[in-house]
C-alpha cells in the first residue's frame, strides 16, 4: 500500500493549475477576443486562424506540495509532504485549441467568429486521507477525530465552443465594448455535484463509525471508449443531437486619460445541458459503525483479522451502494473574472496590474500578477511578470509574440521557473499560436 502512496506522490508532484494565461493579455494577438476580452481589436483589417496551425494552450498543475518539499537529505519524508498539504488539494489540467478563426474590421468595429476545442479537469483530494492512507486510523495524530475526505472526486469535461461576436470602439477610442456569443457542443464530462465521507476510530474501544454521501453524473465515457461509433453529427452546432450548451462573454476597456487603460471582462458564462449517454450514481446521507480491528491491519492484510476485514467489507458494499439513473443534466461551464489596469508608459511599452478569478468545476482560485510588455517596431513584443497564483504560488510568466509578414508567431509560458528549477515547481503551462494577418490598420500614436 505505502508502495503506491509512494508512485501516487512522484506522480503529482511531476505535474507541472490552469494558472491565468498572460499570453492574451495583447492586443496583438486576435485569441485575447475569445479567451481574455471581447472588447480587445487586433491591429489588422482581417484575421485567420485555420487548424493543426492554429494553436494550442495547455497547463497543469498541483496545489500542494512540489517534488522538493518531501526530500529532506535526498530522503522522501512523507511527514514534510502532509505538512505541506493545505486542508483540500488539486491537481488541475487544461487544453485549449483554437481549431478555426476569422476576424474582419470596418472602421471602430471588428467582427469574429470561430471553433475551439477544450478539454479541462480537477480531482480533489484532502489532507486526512493522505494522513490516513500512511499513518492508518489508530496513529495517534489521527485517533479520535473525523478524518475528513469530504470534497475528494474528479471532474473532466471535453466540448467544442463556437462563437461570434464583436466590439465597438466609442468616444474617441476611449471606451471599447465587446460581447461574445457562444453554442457549447459537449463531448464528454465526468462531474462530482457533492462528496462527503468520513471515518472516525474511537480512542476508547477503536469502533470505527464511517459516513458518506456523493451524487456522479456521466456523460459521453461510454461512446469515447467506443470511439469507432461516435456519431459525428452530434458534435456539428445545428444537430438536434447531441449535448449542447449556450453562453456568452463579456468585455470593456476605459481610457479615462492617454496614459491608463482599465479593463474587465467575464468569459464563458453559460452552462452544458447533457442528454446523450448519461448515468448518475447517487448515494444519500449513510452511516455505518464496526468495531473489531484498526484499518491499518486491513492496509497490511494480517491473516488474523481476515474474518473481521470481510465482515467490516461486505457491510460497506451492501451499505454504500449508490441509486442508479439515466436522465439528463446541467453543469455550468469553466469562468474567468478578469479586473486589470495599465499604465502605458510610452508608445512601445506599458505594465499592467491584474486580478483573476477563475472556477473550475465550483472551485475558486484566486489570482494577482503584473505584466510589463516592450515592443520593438511592428515586429516583436516581449513580455514578463510576476504572478501569486491561488493568493499564495509565485509563478513567472514569460513569453513573445513575432510578426514576420502575413505570419504570426507566439510562444509563451506561465512558469519559466518549471523549465529552470524542474523539481521545485508545481506549475507548468506552454502556448503556442500561429496565425495569418492581413490589412494592417493605420494607427495614430496613441495606439502604435
Request: glycine share 10%; hydrophobic share 35%.
Amino acid at each position: 500500500m505505502k508502495r503506491l502512496i509512494l508512485l501516487f506522490v512522484i506522480l503529482i508532484s511531476l505535474e507541472g493549475m490552469s494558472q491565468v494565461n498572460t499570453y492574451y493579455f495583447s492586443d496583438w494577438s486576435a485569441e485575447s477576443q475569445w479567451n481574455y476580452n471581447p472588447a480587445l481589436q487586433s491591429k489588422e483589417k482581417f484575421f485567420l486562424y485555420i487548424p493543426v496551425l492554429g494553436g494550442i494552450n495547455a497547463s497543469a498543475g498541483h496545489t500542494g506540495f512540489s517534488y522538493n518539499d518531501g526530500i529532506q537529505d535526498k530522503t522522501l519524508s512523507f511527514s514534510s509532504l502532509i505538512d505541506g498539504l493545505d486542508d483540500k488539494n488539486h491537481l488541475i489540467s487544461n487544453v485549449n485549441s483554437t481549431f478555426f478563426a476569422a476576424g474582419v474590421k470596418f472602421g471602430n468595429i471588428q467582427l469574429r467568429t470561430g471553433v475551439t476545442g477544450n478539454f479541462q479537469s480537477r480531482f480533489t483530494y484532502t489532507k486526512d486521507l493522505f494522513e490516513l492512507a500512511w499513518k492508518g486510523n489508530g496513529h495517534e495524530d489521527v485517533i479520535g477525530r473525523r478524518l475528513s475526505m469530504d470534497g475528494t472526486g474528479f471532474n473532466t469535461a471535453s466540448y467544442l465552443s463556437y462563437f461570434l461576436g464583436g466590439s465597438v470602439s466609442l468616444l474617441d477610442n476611449k471606451l471599447n465594448l465587446g460581447v461574445n456569443g457562444k453554442f457549447y457542443n459537449g463531448i464528454s464530462t465526468a462531474y462530482t455535484e457533492s462528496s462527503t465521507f468520513g471515518l472516525l476510530t474511537s480512542a476508547d474501544d477503536y469502533t470505527i463509525t464511517v459516513d458518506g454521501s456523493f451524487d456522479v453524473r456521466t456523460s459521453g465515457l461510454n461512446d469515447l471508449a467506443n470511439a469507432d461509433s461516435l456519431e459525428i453529427r452530434r458534435l456539428m452546432p445545428l444537430s438536434v443531437d447531441g449535448n449542447k450548451g449556450f453562453g456568452v462573454d463579456l468585455g470593456l476597456t476605459y481610457s479615462p486619460v492617454e496614459k491608463f487603460t482599465l479593463e474587465a471582462s467575464a468569459t464563458n458564462l453559460g452552462s452544458i445541458t447533457w442528454k446523450q449517454d448519461t448515468e448518475s450514481y447517487k448515494l444519500n446521507d449513510q452511516e455505518l459503525a464496526y468495531s473489531g480491528f484498526e484499518l491499518n491491519e486491513f492496509i497490511s492484510g494480517a491473516d488474523s483479522t481476515e474474518s473481521s476485514i470481510e465482515q467490516f467489507t461486505d457491510s460497506i458494499t451492501d451499505l454504500f451502494t449508490p441509486e442508479e439513473s439515466n436522465g439528463s443534466f446541467k453543469t455550468t461551464m469553466n469562468h474567468n473574472i478578469f479586473l486589470a489596469g495599465t499604465i502605458n508608459f510610452s508608445k512601445k511599452a506599458n505594465a499592467r496590474v491584474y486580478f483573476n478569478s477563475k472556477n473550475s468545476f465550483g472551485e475558486k482560485f484566486n489570482s494577482v500578477g503584473g505584466m510589463y510588455s516592450r515592443k520593438f517596431g511592428k515586429t516583436l513584443q516581449l513580455r514578463g511578470g510576476l504572478q501569486l497564483f491561488n493568493m499564495k504560488d509565485v509563478i513567472v510568466p514569460i513569453g513573445f509574440i513575432l510578426n514576420a509578414g502575413p505570419v504570426q508567431l507566439g510562444l509563451h509560458t506561465e512558469n519559466i521557473l518549471s523549465v529552470v528549477q524542474r523539481q521545485k515547481t508545481k506549475y507548468l503551462s506552454g502556448v503556442y499560436s500561429i496565425s495569418f494577418r492581413f490589412g494592417k490598420e493605420k494607427l495614430d500614436k496613441k495606439t502604435e
